[in-house]
């Protein structure tokens, strides 16, 4: 089973609910919503056995259905509170199915229509409907300027998806959608200078420095952490149930290991640069980190898992700088591979960095193909993701909670 999901956002840039793309095996090159009846409930006997709640936190799932699945009683396996239900497109509108979304309904399921491109005054199941999505690639919003305001008229939620730019973004919010989806927010808005660190930017790069020395110092490592609060409450706070006896900064540090010391350092740096920025961005940057790193572990690369790991964390840096990819690490110490591929996107790399966005996009023909090449088991990549998304979680509660 493959499962990934999207972040959906309201117009203040907030995480309103996730779809999730859901695929069971390699039978489409590209998900596009239209898995069959037979794989859907597979996925959602999954989902009911691994709890939703493990994927998308207390946000809504959105997630698509066809005909047969929607007529019958397994959607019931979901509780309505942590489910939209996204009737595709195309999907054949007879008495029984809308008898059966009338009951839906009535058990308090909301109910989208999955790329809205039909005439709106006589499509049956409109009125039954809470939220309407509109592909803006397939349908742009300067093509129906009095639908949405027909929408707007009928309380409807309106929700644009595909967008691609901060431009669009911006557009569909001012004719009044409410959700948003797309990867516009993970793009640059705009090319600029690099955003420079706060002050502390200096105690970061010095500790950085010590980590690659030859022969790294805990003791000097110590008394620059001791020197920044901020940092050293991280510190102690990560190693906290260590069970570490009268506890003290130096021992903290042996117990987290030079690795995991640097790690915590860079996402400390990526909090400071995201500032204005959606906390998704950081979210995706933490999964993306966990879930390359578990790559690389079960891989050929299992040697080089930590520069996998930082080289996923700064893979939206220009994203959060609004910069190219290439200023954004002028001043971040991490290897040449990882640079090359964040760059140029090539390099010993590339196979990870691919299977990790094809994941994202549920495009699984070429995720199985490139796992082959570093011998890895496509299989258990649901289950490294999962780890990452709780992972990410516990990074977001301990970093960022705390320091707002």
Not at 364 to 377: K, Y
Request: glycine share 2%; aromatic share 10%.
């Amino acid at each position: 089973m493959y499962v990934a999901r999207q972040p959906i956002f309201t117009n203040n840039m907030k995480v309103y609910g996730y779809e999730l793309l859901c695929r069971t095996h390699r039978e489409s090159q590209v998900y596009n919503g239209s898995s069959s009846n037979s794989a859907t409930a597979t996925v959602m006997n999954e989902l009911f056995e691994l709890g939703l709640n493990k994927l998308v936190g207390s946000k809504k799932a959105f997630v698509n259905f066809d005909y047969d699945f929607i007529m019958s009683d397994l959607i019931e396996l979901i509780h309505p509170d942590e489910l939209v239900i996204e009737v595709l497109e195309g999907i054949k509108i007879d008495e029984f199915l809308l008898d059966k979304i009338i009951n839906l309904k009535e058990k308090h399921y909301k109910i989208a229509l999955d790329d809205f491109a039909e005439d709106y005054a006589t499509y049956p199941m409109l009125p039954f409907a809470d939220i309407i999505k509109y592909d803006v690639l397939l349908t742009p919003l300067d093509t129906i300027k009095n639908e949405v305001k027909q929408a707007l008229q009928q309380h409807k939620i309106l929700l644009a998806e595909k967008i691609e730019t901060k431009d669009i973004f911006l557009q569909a919010k001012r004719m009044g959608f409410h959700l948003f989806q797309g990867y516009f927010f993970s793009r640059p808005s705009f090319v600029s200078g690099v955003k420079t660190l706060k002050s502390n930017n200096a105690i970061y790069q010095q500790i950085l420095l010590e980590l690659h020395a030859k022969e790294p110092s805990f003791h000097v490592l110590t008394d620059l952490i001791r020197s920044d609060i901020n940092l050293a409450y991280h510190i102690v706070r990560s190693t906290s149930k260590l069970d570490i006896t009268n506890a003290t900064i130096h021992k903290c540090l042996v117990r987290l290991g030079l690795n995991e010391l640097e790690r915590w350092i860079h996402v400390l740096i990526l909090q400071e640069l995201a500032s204005n920025k959606p906390d998704e961005l950081i979210r995706i940057a933490l999964v993306r980190s966990k879930f390359g790193e578990l790559i690389a572990a079960n891989s050929s690369l299992s040697h080089r898992k930590y520069e996998v790991s930082l080289m996923c964390l700064f893979s939206v840096l220009d994203a959060m700088l609004d910069t190219t990819m290439e200023l954004a690490l002028s001043d971040i110490s991490i290897s040449l591979d990882a640079k090359n591929l964040l760059i140029h996107h090539r390099g010993v790399f590339r196979p990870i960095y691919d299977i990790l966005t094809c994941y994202e996009q549920g495009d699984v023909e070429p995720m199985h193909d490139t796992s082959e090449q570093i011998h890895l088991d496509p299989k258990k990549l649901f289950t490294y993701y999962l780890e990452s998304i709780e992972w990410s979680e516990k990074i977001m509660f301990m970093f960022f909670t705390s320091s707002n």
